[in-house]
Structures are given as C-alpha cells and as structure tokens.
C-alpha cells in the first residue's frame, strides 16, 4: 500500500474576468471562490494568460503570457492570444482543456501567485486581475489518506464560483450470520465451519476524469480463519451481476492475506461511475480460533487502494479507505463431572452433537478425562447441541442426555463486540465467562442400586425367609388335620 508522497493538482481553474461596466480599470480585481473545499489544504492561483476586458464584447484583448510561465512553456504553446482563442472554442470541461491545463502546470515558476488556506465549506481566492488562472492545491498540504484531488476544470468568468469535483470509493464488508444467513458485520462460527465474505465497493462520481484508474481489495484474515482459494469478483450495474475475476490480480500470503488489484479498472468493460465491484469469498474457522473478545481477537479488516489523482501527468498517487471489519467469534464449553457430594469424579467420556438440517452431527472428538473432572468443547457457534455421557464412572448412573441452544448477541459500535452469551436447557444449568467466551455446566452423578453378590448377607436373608415360609406352611398344615379329626 503506497502512501501518498507529494500532492498533486486539486483542482484547475482558468479564468478569464470580464465586466459589463463601460470601462475596466487597471485595479479592477476579482474573485474565485472554490466550494467542497475543507481545512488541511492550501490553494494557490498561478496566473497564465493576462490582458485587457472589453466590456463591449465580454472578451479579453491583448493576451499575454503572465510572468508566471517559464519561457520553454511559451516557446511550446506559442502565441498566447492564439492559445487562449483556441481554448475559448472548446467546452470549460472539454478534453482539450484538461489536457492543457495538465501540461501547462509543468512549466509554473510561482510568479504572480496568490495563496490561500482552504476552509470548510468554502474557500475564497480575491485579488485577481483580468485574464486565465491555474488553480491548484499546494504539495503535501494533505494527510489523510482517505482523500482526493479534483480533476482539472477550464472555467471562464467574472467573479467565479467553481464546485470541486473530487470523491472516494468506499468499502463494506459483510459476512453471514451462521443462525439466520442473513448479511451481518459481527457473527460466531463453529470449527470447521465455512465463514462466506463479501467486500463490496462503490467508485467516485469522477471516475470519468481518470484516464487510468488503480484498485486494489486488501484484506486481512485472523490466524482463525483459512482461505478457500475461492475469490470470485464481480461487475455490479444495478440489480445485474458479471463475473471480472479475470480482469483482477489475486495474490495470498500466509493463507489469510489477500490482494484483489487491478491496474486500470478503466479497462474494464462496461464500469461507470454508477457500478459497484463485489469480491465474494470463503474461509474456514480453523482450531487456532481464539474464544476470547478483546477488541483486536477474530478480527478480520478489509481496505481499498485507489488512484486518487487524476492527474496523470503528475506522480501517481495512491489514495486508502479507512478499515472496514467483521469480527467472528466461536466459544468452548466445559463440563465438570462430580458425585453426589459435589466431589471430583474422574473416569467420564462426553459427545457434544450438534443440530444440522434437523439431524445431530458429532462435534470434534469425544472428550475422555481419566484423571480429570473437566472436559471442554472448543469452537462452538450459535445453535442446538445435544450432550451425550458415552462411558460412565463405575458404579454410576448414565446421566440422561442434555439438549441446550447457544446464543450470543452483539454490538458492533462497541469495542468489545461482544455484549451476552447463553446457553439454555430445562436439564442443566450453565454459567458464563463473557470475556473468556466461555459457558460451563456441573454433571451430577449418583450411585446405582447393586444386585446382591452370591454368598453374601442378601443371599442368607433370602435363604432364611424361604425356610421360614416352609415352616409356617407346614404349622398350618397340621393344625388343619387336627381340626379335621375332631
């Protein structure tokens, strides 16, 4: 990304001030006012041509070159009278105009100019006599990167005002929301989930004053995610889209830094000032996704590049767009087994599944803690999971499986984008780390009812209560027969 290294024409303006009174006086001066002007720059007015009004005709007479003009550039251009004629004749906005006011800025010494300090709004150049003027920004009097210089303009009147006609692209850009699919600046994704980007940018409304006109998408993915090798860049004109990836140089560094650049998107067929270039692409969410949400964690930041001089006669100047981002965040989610008392209970494996096109599909791998109470599940986006206890500690009740729903919210105009997460169950209860992007849950399990071992004190009660059965049957029995007798 090239910085801006000197400053080029902003905007030029040949003026030539007549009047309608009878007679102009040699004092007689005028003015130019420049609107779309702002604070940070500085405008000077290089006279070129200088004569006489005629009020009687609104012409100037007896042309000359100012002082101002090198005398290769008089020898290059000739008489001035017949220049200045020859540019009368074309439209204040013609080709031919702008293309001498280009070469004629090449041979300025500083002689005779004024200069003034742009304000907001509208800046005011006074002071000028009667002839043509060559209105330009003076060099490195601007910083931001995110601006502009004007196209040359031919203007000719008295007292002018002229309207600066520089603009900048811009940059937006949006992924999907992993719930909804719906555009969004700020979602979550689970690992191994395929995270869709798009950067849409618009182009200025002088994008006809460039007779070449550079572009370039630079994107920047978290460690998290990795690009698919998928970028597809599109020419947008009102509702229809064209496929001009190939007009477009695409290069990857580290497999998560892209550069989508052209040239001259002026030689791209059909590109107007009206159309938007669209760069369409994945990434997969990969296992070095971070859960936390500092201000800078699973950020992913696209710029734009572009020619903001039309000047091509001048240095090539490159121009930037602030950063657009989308942050996509994934979270973990760890499980304490315990026992009745609330101690640790080693020995459990889980399964997490997760709610695909209504089916559970496993998540990662199964987590086994041998010696641990603790299993985690990391890289976790919104949706319905489903908890499966797959080997239980000895002597213990399988727990019963847990279906919950996670869900997040967040704000983009914050810092931390983050503002709640929540995972929610009518069978466990779960706690919340906002900041570390993680939600726990406690697994309680109780002891079974044990069968009776043979030989032990089950198997005596059970021999003792069937003897005692017969010998009660057998009581009954010979009271019966007594009763009989008598």
Do not use: C
Request: hydrophobic share 35%.
């Amino acid at each position: 990304m090239k910085k801006i290294k000197q400053l080029v024409m902003a905007v030029l303006v040949f003026v030539l001030a007549f009047s309608n009174l009878p007679v102009v006086s040699a004092d007689t001066t005028y003015t130019i006012q420049l609107t779309g002007t702002s604070t940070g720059h500085t405008y000077e007015a290089h006279p070129i041509f200088l004569g006489d009004l005629n009020p009687a005709t609104n012409t100037l007479t007896n042309i000359r070159w100012a002082p101002g003009i090198w005398d290769s550039g008089k020898r290059r251009f000739g008489d001035a009278a017949d220049k200045a004629a020859s540019l009368s004749a074309k439209g204040d906005d013609s080709q031919e105009a702008r293309e001498f006011a280009q070469e004629i800025s090449k041979y300025l010494s500083g002689g005779g100019r004024k200069t003034v300090s742009g304000q907001n709004g509208t800046t005011t150049i006074s002071g000028l006599a009667p002839g043509y003027y060559l209105i330009k920004e003076v060099n490195n009097t601007l910083y931001k990167k995110n601006e502009t210089y004007t196209r040359f303009m031919l203007q000719v009147a008295r007292d002018t005002t002229v309207a600066i006609k520089s603009d900048v692209p811009s940059l937006t850009k949006v992924t999907k929301s992993s719930t909804t699919g719906e555009e969004t600046t700020i979602t979550d994704y689970s690992i191994g989930d395929m995270v869709p980007f798009q950067l849409t940018a618009t182009l200025p409304r002088n994008l006809d004053d460039y007779s070449e006109y550079e572009l370039s998408f630079n994107d920047s993915l978290m460690p998290g995610l990795t690009y698919n090798n998928d970028v597809q860049v599109y020419l947008k004109r009102g509702d229809e889209e064209s496929l001009i990836t190939d007009h477009f140089n695409i290069s990857v560094e580290l497999s998560r830094n892209l550069t989508i650049a052209t040239s001259d998107l002026r030689r791209v067929p059909n590109v107007d000032a009206s159309s938007k270039i669209v760069v369409r692409y994945t990434a997969q969410l990969n296992q070095y996704a971070t859960t936390h949400a500092s201000a800078n964690t699973n950020m992913n930041v696209a710029s734009l590049s572009f020619s903001n001089n039309p000047n091509t006669a001048l240095a090539k100047s490159i121009g930037t767009t602030p950063q657009s981002k989308v942050p996509i965040h994934t979270y973990q989610l760890n499980v304490y087994k315990v026992d009745e008392r609330g101690g640790a209970l080693p020995g459990a494996e889980f399964t997490l599944y997760k709610k695909v096109n209504d089916q559970y599909v496993k998540v990662g791998s199964t987590q086994e803690y041998k010696r641990s109470n603790f299993s985690g599940f990391k890289g976790l986006g919104s949706g319905d999971y489903k908890l499966v206890e797959t080997i239980t500690p000895k002597g213990y009740n399988t727990m019963k499986d847990i279906e919950f729903r996670l869900r997040a919210t967040y704000d983009p105009t914050l810092p931390i984008t983050r503002t709640a997460i929540q995972a929610t169950s009518d069978r466990a209860t779960f706690t919340y780390e906002l900041t570390n992007g993680i939600f726990t849950t406690k697994i309680v399990n109780k002891k079974g009812a044990l069968l009776p071992n043979t030989g032990g004190i089950g198997t005596t009660i059970l021999y003792l209560s069937g003897t005692g059965l017969v010998l009660g049957a057998g009581i009954l029995w010979m009271l019966k027969k007594r009763v009989n007798k008598k």
